[in-house]
């Protein structure tokens, strides 16, 4: 065999990590933007928001995407189809957008009820927890969101329920959060994008 049939018999080399990671966050995008589409919303928004200039705004617009998410989540749990028509649709769609996000009546509570897994009930609450650090406290605005992390006294539960990773060492993964904020931004992105998909295929689509 010469050496050009050599190199066509050769398999196909195996991505790197930082392609297949691209890759990852394309096709990530790529079914955000029907969620997107199906709500209303533009559908470049996710990756607007994954490019935001500070983590302040992306936490913050991560947050409300989130909450949207949740409501349709638990409008579509709460319909009563009779007769090939939805019942009290309506009326069910406003008392849901008009709960609180966490308390004894709220969304996660619902959302809970909904049969939603624990993981994804703990990320959207330990993202809400977060997003309340930065939304009361303008002078965090400019801190960086693994900085803002580390001085909590919850910071174990919460790069716990943020992160998306099954098995880590917590002091090299902040190591790992410090030293590149986008592998951050992916972790949250990766997890809000299951929870869309979720309400995407269940609710909307």
Known sequence: ???AAKRKAKKPQKPTPDEEASIRVDA???EAAKFCAAVGLHK???REIYDAENDWTFLLKIDALLETATKEIIKSGLKLKVLNR?????ALGDFVDD???????SLLRLLKASGCPDEDLGFVK????VRNAYAHNIKLADLALIELIKQRPDKSHIIKNISDIKTYDEVALIASYEKD?????FCILDATMRILFYAYHLALK
């Open 1 to 3: 065999m010469n050496d």
């Open 28 to 30: 990530l995008f790529e």
């Open 44 to 46: 470049d928004l996710i």
């Open 86 to 90: 939805f019942v009290g649709a309506e």
């Open 99 to 105: 709960l609180s996000m966490d308390g004894k009546i």
């Open 126 to 129: 330990a993202v809400r927890q």
């Open 181 to 185: 904020g986008t592998f951050l931004r």
